[in-house]
């Protein structure tokens, strides 16, 4: 539906590119980077123009991002793919349209602004919920999205297993009990990360939401902050969103200079600001030092540190027959 | 080859229009399952034995089947009542009830399930009453049941709804003359000639039960092996880059809907001959 319009309006638009010659690329990108992005593009173009004189139109294609990440595949003409998991980015890998190495061309393994995982609770935390145990304890609904069908459900799955690990005296087996345990009080598995937000703030379903922080601050952009307080565990992974420019697109359409330069741009302070303003923990010193004050500091891990890589979490954990279905296969 | 063995028709062209019809049914229909079929051919028997079997996959086709047959049985029972009051009686409104029917079929589906989950949720106008009842609807497969109803209903009514309307008058006053009452009129006249409709509508509504995804996410709450339903294998297959697996449980659905139509248009020829009404 979406990529379908993206693509008649890229195809119109490539018909009237002779006409204009102005460069146009398309950001193939997840559902929640909409807010984010609609603030960047302008803030780019505006640079991009005083550098070079040159104008370039950017369009968006949002939607769940393993869907995404397949529209690029079967041929919607992404000339960036900004994602919040690498195996998305990977999979353009085993299709030979970008290099195996991709997550090195760009600083940090071309991650350009994180976010971590935190609680969300209902005004006055009336469950008492400081930590990852407490969710786990009886009594306690948390709503978490599905693992199996959204990043986001996979970070907080990640992430209570991480720090269960982490814990003193913490091994495989308690990890396993502990996040056991923990969507046994999960009464409802929804598809993404908004489902979920909606099932919290507007069903009123839950005590806590484990959600992105980033998230977290949209909700109170929406919501007001009447209805829920943030919790802060002491440790959280690191949920890390990569962004790749696609070879094989922008070698066809000879738009590599221009999506190189947006994607680089990414990293310049003024990028940086902008995500700082949307509540993404900017990787720029300068401009976490500036934003200090919204961002908490928590422990953190990346999910290569504690799971080897994205591929192997995935195959053990999230497969089909994985640990994660087998919490609800074992009686 | 008794295909061809035609009666001799006054009309011409059925050579022509029969070639067109088919051709047109295999473009349109039978390609796409033929690639289903031919894609899961990529997987060996035994992979896609073990995929179908899978204890979450076998859990939610007998939810999703389940709960569609549930739905459609309800729908013929109420939606055979709305279309009688729609033929029958005279009443201030009648066209807007008649055109609120549709909505379902035009509404997104994704919209629908949204109303309802807002409706039967714990906190939501009707839920906040059921539940100190006890009675979950949304985020339990109370609730799958419910917005199938409502994505189905149509079908039922649309189908049942001119064979009505068709019935002749003079039989009901035939039958009072014989000294029949109402209930014996509705049993023995009415009631036979709605069957093979309601029965059309009946399998109509479940076809398109079983395949629904948009309105039942939402208030389904997707718990596996509880309230999981098949779309939503597929869909979380695709999600984690499995086709094979994902086409496997697609090619099940599709077996087992075909065998069930089946089954019902057999049942339905059966009771029209039966019946004598003409075909």
């Given amino acids: 539906m979406k990529p379908r319009l993206t693509l008649t309006a890229l195809l119109l638009s490539l018909a009237s590119t002779s006409v204009f010659a102005d460069t146009q690329l398309l950001n193939v990108s997840y559902d929640v980077m909409r807010d984010f992005y609609k603030d960047y593009n302008p803030v780019f173009q505006k640079a991009y123009k005083a550098k070079t004189g040159e104008t370039v139109t950017l369009q968006q294609s949002h939607g769940g991002s393993s869907k995404q990440a397949l529209s690029v595949v079967n041929g919607l003409p992404a000339d960036v793919i900004t994602m919040n998991q690498a195996t998305d980015i990977d999979l353009l890998a085993d299709k030979g349209l970008i290099p195996a190495a991709w997550a090195k061309r760009l600083p940090n393994d071309s991650v350009p602004f994180n976010s971590i995982t935190v609680f969300l609770v209902r005004k006055g935390n009336p469950k008492a919920v400081r930590d990852w145990n407490d969710l786990a304890k009886p009594g306690v609904q948390v709503i978490v999205p599905n693992p199996k069908t959204s990043g986001n459900g996979r970070y907080t799955y990640l992430a209570a297993w991480g720090q269960a690990l982490k814990q003193p005296g913490g091994s495989e087996a308690k990890a396993r009990d502990f996040v056991n345990r923990l969507f046994k009080n999960v009464p409802v598995l929804d598809t993404g990360g908004r489902a979920a937000t909606t099932t919290f703030i507007q069903r009123q379903t839950g005590d806590v939401l484990v959600t992105f922080e980033n998230e977290a601050e949209m909700i109170a952009r929406e919501f007001g902050r009447g209805g829920f307080d943030i919790v802060y565990p002491k440790v959280s992974v690191l949920a890390e969103n990569p962004v790749a420019v696609v070879d094989k697109v922008v070698d066809k359409k000879g738009t590599r200079k221009e999506a190189d330069a947006y994607l680089n741009y990414l990293w310049s302070v003024e990028g940086q600001t902008v995500a700082a303003q949307n509540y993404l923990r900017p990787q720029n010193a300068q401009v976490a030092a500036k934003y200090a004050a919204q961002f908490p500091p928590v422990k953190t891990f990346r999910v290569t540190q504690v799971f080897g890589s994205w591929r192997a979490a995935m195959k053990t954990h999230f497969a089909d027959g994985g640990v994660f279905d087998q919490i609800y296969t074992k009686k | ?279």
């Fill in chain 2, 1 to 279: 080859m008794n295909l061809l063995n035609r009666q001799h028709s006054v009309l011409p062209g059925f050579g022509l229009s029969f070639g067109v019809t088919l051709f047109w049914l295999t473009l349109i229909v039978l390609l796409p399952f033929a690639a289903l079929l031919f894609k899961t051919t990529d997987m060996g028997w035994t992979a896609f034995v073990e995929t179908v079997t899978a204890e979450r996959v076998v859990a939610s086709l007998k939810l999703s089947f389940g709960a569609s047959a549930i739905a459609a049985l309800i729908n013929i029972v109420m939606g055979f009542l709305l279309a009688w009051v729609l033929v029958r009686y005279p009443f201030p409104g009648k066209k807007l009830i008649d055109a609120l029917v549709d909505l379902p079929f035009a509404l997104p589906t994704a919209v629908a399930g949204i109303a309802l989950t807002t409706l039967y949720a714990p906190n939501g106008w009707f839920g906040q009453y059921l539940a100190p009842l006890g009675i979950k609807v949304a985020f339990a497969p109370l609730g799958i049941v419910v917005a199938l109803i409502f994505i189905s209903l149509p079908f039922v009514v649309r189908t049942v709804q001119p064979v009505l309307e068709d019935l002749e008058k003079e039989l009901e006053e035939a039958a009072t003359c014989l000294g029949a009452n109402r209930w014996q009129i509705f049993r023995r006249v009415i009631f036979p000639a709605a069957v093979p409709a309601l029965i059309t509508g009946g399998a109509m509504a479940f076809a398109r039960a079983t395949g629904e995804f948009g309105s039942v996410i939402f208030i389904a709450g997707n718990i596996p092996l509880v309230s999981e339903i098949a779309p939503l294998i597929i869909i979380s297959k695709l999600d984690q880059y499995d086709y094979l697996g994902a086409t496997a449980v697609a090619v099940v659905m599709l077996g087992l809907s075909f065998v069930i139509l089946f089954a019902i248009n057999a049942i339905q020829w059966w009771a029209s001959r039966r019946h004598g009404a003409k075909r």
